[in-house]
């Protein structure tokens, strides 16, 4: 069963800095966990040109950044600077320390990205950084740009989860990336498309567990996120922002969607 997730709650604007946090595991109806298996959370940030996040530091998170609007500016006690854009993908698998620090210049354009934290099969791994180019993406066809250490991707994670994207035309139809025993999990970037009998606009978010066949059709021009998670998977939870002790416990988003239709019926 395709289970849907509006627009997250979870909005946190710090002056130029903005990030919309989306938990995967909280789509699911029974959520005792905010993240699914090994895929902690896919934050979208926006950084406005001339901001300067400082340097600090990650520990245990898998953190991958994908840029396709933009230009983001890292550095790192490691390997100096670096950027990110629509052509290049960056992986810092933090492991048990990695600092770093990113910005925009105020000459860039203002910077909206993905942010996904994937939780590493262990703690405190060895750590270090992937940066490179990435084949251009074609039009209507799933892109594949990350997964575990050993497979075919040309960028890694420390644990099973697989990455796609994909721009697609208005009207065109495609079927999402399938793998057997994992799960799919996708976000939509900007557009809106249609799944399993369900609308998905800008910003919204679905998981299939169990994954299998899943058609999708884009109601305008669209670009795509998905996620092939094994939910099974053996992970640490101590990622710095993955798994972050400010992130609403599990059972407080229960009662929250309890709660919701009442305040639908109070307000009339």
Known sequence: MLLKGGRT????????????ANMPGWLLPKTRDHGHGPLAMVVE??????????????????IVSWVPDGVMRHDDRATGPLVIDEGHLMVMNAGRSFWHSEE???????????????????????????????????RNAWRH???????????FVRNAVDFFD?????????????????????????????????????????????????GLEAKEGSLVVAFLIDPAAAVTR???????????????????????????????
């Open 166 to 214: 994909i721009r697609l035309d208005q009207g065109a139809s495609v079927e999402f990336p399938v793998m057997q025993g994992r799960d799919l999990y996708f976000y939509v970037f900007s557009g809106s498309i249609a799944a399993g009998g369900e609308a998905f606009a800008e910003g919204e978010q679905g998981l299939l567990p169990g994954g299998g066949c899943l």
């Open 45 to 62: 940030s926006i950084l406005h040109p001339g901001r300067l996040i400082a340097m600090h530091e990650h520990r245990n998170d898998e």
């Open 9 to 20: 709650p979870i909005v946190r604007d710090m002056g130029g800095f903005v990030i919309h």
């Open 238 to 268: 101590k990622g710095t922002v993955g798994d972050n002790a400010k992130i609403p416990p599990a059972f407080a988003i229960r009662v929250l969607r309890k709660l919701a239709p009442l305040r639908r019926l109070w307000r009339g």
């Open 145 to 155: 740009l990350f997964g575990p250490k050993g497979g075919n991707a040309p960028f």
């Open 104 to 138: 925009t210049l105020p000459s860039d354009p203002p910077l909206r990205m993905l942010q996904i934290f994937v939780r590493p099969r262990e703690a405190d791994l060895d750590p270090g950084i992937q940066h490179g180019a990435v084949a251009p993406a074609a």
